[in-house]
């Protein structure tokens, strides 16, 4: 028997996992990939002779499951050991695996294709992992089935009646600036998809509709907003997709900015304010945006004033000052009563 000692935490009797003295042992390599044991996925490529195996104990050794049928690459991901991924990269470069399987490998799916390796890695927040395993997945991109290659992209997680919902939101809606400049990276540079499918990707709508910059916006995460915008220049989209991942309406006629300005996160709003500034849209797309609206075309200027939310609405004001936009240019996107109030509170706070 070996013992295998988790080096990223002190050890303890919980940390120490045994495991058959055997290198061939997929537990092993899925007990090191688990627990960042660099060294051990470097011995196996180092020493072991892959090419005498069965394709059979090829593929079993590599795909390094537990019992429950978890990859050690999903956690590898979800843990953050980015040179273990890296290890693990090369491992597979000499195994000699067909490139069906290698890809079936890469997809680090988990618990029957509810959970993906990178969904895990982006809701944890671990940039430097989606860097380290963007860089394995780009050299046999353009060998993988484009449908396969948006669905491993979009990271879907699936709760437990099936409904799914994006790896980046999880990165927008926990704050994870480095992780969506990471993922904006693997999907930009270069482009992996086609444009229709990159702005899907962004938009990252979950089952309901709701948007990842939505939820960014309503939990006040004002890095995540500036990483997100980010990426949304570099995808170097037209200007009609771009205001409308920007606008980040649900269903429900909820906007991001609405939010932030009926949550009165002046952090929140000065970051939007920030990539407004820099998505160079057109006069009317930026005013739409500013409209703010909400449920029934209420303006998010009307309800931050209700709330007496003032510090918030001196932000938003600025942006709209920032932008050279009027009041009225604004209330030409609000029906006649909401966009009469909307002024009329402008009117007033300037006085």
């Not at 295998?4 to 061939?24: A, C, E, G, K, Q």
């Not at 695996?97 to 890695?121: C, F, H, P, W, Y």
């Not at 999907?187 to 938009?203: G, K």
């Not at 170097?236 to 909820?254: Q, T, Y």
Request: proline share 3%; with cysteine.
């Amino acid at each position: 028997m070996s013992i295998f000692v988790d080096r990223h935490t002190p050890t303890s009797m919980s940390s120490i996992i045994r495991w058959p003295n055997n290198l061939l042992h997929p537990k092993v390599i899925y007990h090191a990939m688990r627990m960042g044991l660099t060294e051990l996925i470097q011995k196996v490529t180092r020493v072991v002779q892959l090419s005498d195996l069965s394709d059979n104990t090829l593929e079993l050794l590599l795909a390094a499951k537990n019992d429950d049928g978890l990859s050690g690459l999903l956690l590898a991901l979800q843990n953050g050991h980015s040179d273990t991924i890296l290890a693990y990269g090369e491992l597979l470069e000499t195994s000699g695996l067909n490139l069906d399987k290698t890809v079936e490998l890469l997809t680090a799916e988990g618990m029957g294709g509810r959970i993906s390796g990178l969904s895990q890695a982006l809701q944890n927040g671990h940039a430097e992992t989606i860097k380290t395993y963007g860089r394995l997945l780009k050299k046999r991109a353009i060998n993988i089935e484009y449908n396969k290659l948006k669905n491993l992209l979009t990271a879907y997680y699936y709760d437990e009646v099936h409904r799914q919902i994006p790896g980046l939101m999880f990165a927008l809606q926990n704050g994870h600036a480095d992780a969506i400049r990471a993922y904006g990276e693997l999907i930009l540079s270069p482009p992996l998809l086609n444009s229709e499918d990159i702005v899907n990707l962004l938009a990252s709508r979950r089952y309901d509709n709701v948007p990842g910059l939505l939820l960014a916006l309503n939990n006040g995460q004002a890095d995540a907003i500036l990483a997100y915008g980010d990426i949304l220049n570099e995808a170097k989209l037209n200007l009609d997709k771009k205001a409308e991942l920007l606008e980040a309406k649900d269903s429900n006629g909820l906007s991001g900015l609405f939010v932030a300005l009926h949550n009165g996160c002046v952090e929140t709003i000065i970051a939007y304010g920030k990539i407004l500034h820099t998505a160079d849209l057109t006069p009317h797309q930026a005013s739409k945006l500013l409209a703010a609206e909400g449920p029934n075309g209420v303006s998010g200027l009307i309800i931050a004033f209700q709330n007496r939310n003032f510090e918030a609405i001196k932000t938003y004001m600025g942006i709209i000052k920032n932008e050279n936009i009027t009041p009225e240019e604004i209330a030409e996107h609000l029906d006649k009563k909401n966009g009469s109030d909307f002024l009329e509170i402008m009117k007033n706070i300037k006085s």
